[in-house]
């Protein structure tokens, strides 16, 4: 316990807003009568569907099938037909759909795996490590804290490296979020056993775990267990200390190198939901199905509930006391680096550990020009020069925005948090992210579009040298003169664009 | 239910969602309320010329800005609001002699608000601070009106509101001779090129008793609204301190090369514009270095340069100038004082 | 006196050097420049500038035959990147936000396909796979939608296919509401 904690630059001091759902216990609510399951819910590549329409499907049943190194399985988070496999609303800052499989839910049948093939850490200390490994990966676990990373990807990067530190983060630096401090104080057993076992499986010499210093209750909870296999540390409550990187700044002074990760540093750090999952994966089998989500702000029922996942954010709220559409907007995620749900129909995602139910602020007309007060400069986590990037952003000058590190950017939103003119920098920096990522993707593609032009020329110019015979062109295939040959060509695209417009 | 048919992308809003209570016109209001002490510490001094001048000036200031705006096709009523034109106004007019004609401060306030701000691209694209920019145009233009001061606390204090306003509309530039004269800095600067030594002016009727007479209470008063800004949070200490450091630091190393021939630190600080710039000049953002260690190099070069000026120039007051030379220097300021970014650490804290 | 001089001609000095230090590097030779234009265009290969593809095309622009904005698949972006390379600035004043660039690409319809591989020889970047009298198929990652492949086929079995702007495909754009903003910004 006598680890000193370090600094890092930046940050902000927040009302925390926690008070509202801290000292509510978790609560279930009854189920909605259709799930919808986006087959993407995770960083990497969508899962595939591999159910049929009309097919029946029991809980914890493997629906989409990851494909790729970095991607998840979803499961059936309870007994029903497939209805359908179609576009829906989804939680993105876009408001567009996405391909989901629709799920008529049946009668719930108990679950009683949960008391039958229980194992303790000890236990499964016992078995191969790659054995835990693949039941993370079957159960479709990914880092629940809100990036949404596939669980296994990141133990087995651990696992190929030596891991001095195994941090688990119960930190919620954003406002209002306090599901990650209900499940260490509700399930503290299971997040000790969890760090066990993870700190096993991936070697790791130390294991931390790391929570906000004014959370008595939680670390009460924790504390109460007496397990060796950790260290409790409380850290202060400054946004974002719960970011990874800050994170790992103060519990060890070291810093993750711009465009690495963690683990090149030797460390590791997961959610403490993430962990409470990989542990039940490991002992029960059990798939990830269902979360606890805060829900807060201005509804009537705040609290914290235990939700499967694909239940539609509207009937969530309808849950917890309904609210006013027009006057109030719902946030996923906290104030800081949530995403607006557009669309209530909207489902859960694996991801999802806030509804934040805000006013909407009419605001007066706000001059918006960058007075260059330079209040964004100190908060900033990273030490960026957000007024400088505000420019280049704007602009859209490239080279600029590189040359001063805009990929550094994690988006924390302490920069618009603090400007008084009220600028939206984030949204700035993320419209230069993707605009330098959909040129880059383009150049890409024209490259490659550039060498197979050229090899298909050589090999044509090849081609007409040996044998000339062999060249036919058009008019000689279909013995029409040229003209015709011409109207038959714009037919041939209009018919093609008429279908199009269809 | 509360569906939307399709995506709008204005509708889309990036995090985050919530905001800090401080906004610009908070900011300038603050500003405007800590410069009330510097006012009325002039008004007691020399009277209530002032008064008509700010009003002048902040009519013009108001009135320009809403012309400049509609000209660039802007709704003016957000730049109104913020009040940022307001505090341009009252720098312009602290710099003015307070019986100076009307229109010293009408053209004064014209020229920073057209010229030195709307002609760089507006609000926060202006390279040089827009009231220095308005304050050196007079002071070329018009060098003896701008150079004649009245004595502090001798008649012109007493001299009513009304009395006032008959000389700032009617008089001729130069009506108020006898009445007025120069200020301290101008008075060792001529008296020091006559040979005389400083330690026999300390008799001098126009040196207070470390400052130029009266001055010292102004500069009081404005290190008082200072204060206030730091206290608040408006102001952050590096700039005006490393200013301070900067005067400071030169003045004493004159002083102690010949105190015969130069004024020591206190009075360099506590005559002139000192404080003033220090806290209200200096700190204006827009025109600024805005990194850590550049508001650093951009204080400390605006008050070396400030007393080089004062010393060895030919102008008695440098703050303008030295303000407005670091104005140019900033943007290469601020991109030689890049902070060292996260995870880009040399040396292994291992 | 002589300080005086000296203190000018130091300034000159100085000067001079930081203005020829920093010039503006030597010109690019021709090849060089063409080189550089063909980068920028899309390489579909399309023919929709009026040349016979995007190199004939980048020939054409350099020698002055060709404005710039004859590229329908490059769009603004290309359009921009053109105007900055060759100092045309006043097209240069596009933002990346205009980029309207329309996204297809064609798909063959299976079931009509004669397996002609007339197509295939008319495809300027080999997206087409298949052979005589066999189901020809257009690999989707390959396509540029430039549409070549469409007058050659003589049972209308291609189709144009719009990608709509997916999730993986969209982008954050700019904020709007700036006051700042000038209203009547010059746009193209």
Redesign the interface.
Known sequence: MNRTLHA??GGLKLASHKDQTRHIATRDICHPETLYLPIKQHVGMAAVPCVEVGQAVRKGELVARSQAYVSMHVHAPADGIVASLRDFPVIH????QALCIELSVSERHDDDRLTARGANPADLMRLERHVIYDRIEQAGIVGLGGAGFPAHVKMHEGSLQHVDVLIINGVECE?YITCDARLMQEQAQDVVAGATLIRWLVEADACIVAIEEDMDDTRGALAQCKSDAFELIAVPAIYPAGSE?QLI?VLT????????LPIDIGIVVLNVATVVAIYRAAAYGLPLTERIVTVAGDISMPGNIKALIGTPV?HVLDQCGGFD??THRV?S?G??????I????APITKVTNCLLV?ERKLQ????????????C??VC?????P??LFEASRSADVDEAQDL?LF?CI?C?CC???????I?L??YF?YAKSSIESLDIDRAAADDARLRFERHKTRLSASESSDVDEQVSLADVSGLRVSELQNQVHDAIARARQRRKK | ????AF?N????????????A???R??MQQVLLALLPGIVAYVILFGPGILIHLGIAAATALGLENLALRW????P???L??G?VLVLACLITLAIPPYAPWWISFLGVAFAVLIGKHAFG????NLFNPAMVGYIFLLLCFPRIMGQWPSAGLDAASRGLIDSASLIFTSAPDGIDGRSGATALDHVKTQATLMRMQSEMHADNILGLVGGRGWEWINLAFLAGGGWLLLRGVV?WRLPLSFLCGLGLAASIGFISDPELHRGLWFHLLTGAGLLAAFFIVTD????A???KG?LVFGFGAGVCTYLIREFGSYPDGVAFAIVSMNACAPLI?RLT????????TKE?? | MIEAIAALVGLLVIGAWLLLHHREPERDSRSRIVRRIDEILPQTQCQQCGYGGCLPYAQAILSGNAPIDQCPPGGPVVKRSLAELLGQSNIARLRLSDSEAVDQIVVIDESTCIGCTKCIQACPVDAIVGATKQMHTVIADHCTGCELCIPPCPVDCIDIVRLEPGLERWR??M???L??E???HPRI
């Open positions: 890092f630059k800052p876009s408001g567009l406002p990187k700044t002074g070291l810093e993750v190198p711009s465009g690495s509207q559409s027009a946030l995620g104030p800081m680096m949530g995403i607006e557009l669309d209530p129909r805000l007066p007309p706000a001059s918006k020009a960058c007075i260059r007060c330079g209040d400069v100190p986590p990273i030490g960026l020069q007024q400088q590190n550094d988006e939103g618009s948090y603090v400007c008084p003119s009220e939206p984030v949204h993320r | 239910m509360w569906i939307r995506v992308e204005s509708l889309i809003k990036s995090s985050p969602h919530i905001s800090g401080r906004d610009v908070w900011i660039q096709g802007i709704d009523q957000p730049f609001r913020d940022s507006g609000l926060g694209h952050r953002p827009v025109s600024s805005t990194t850590p508001m601020d890049q902070p060292r970014l996260y995870g880009t650490q804290t291992k | 954050w754009s904020p709007t509401h006051g700042s000038r209203r009547n």
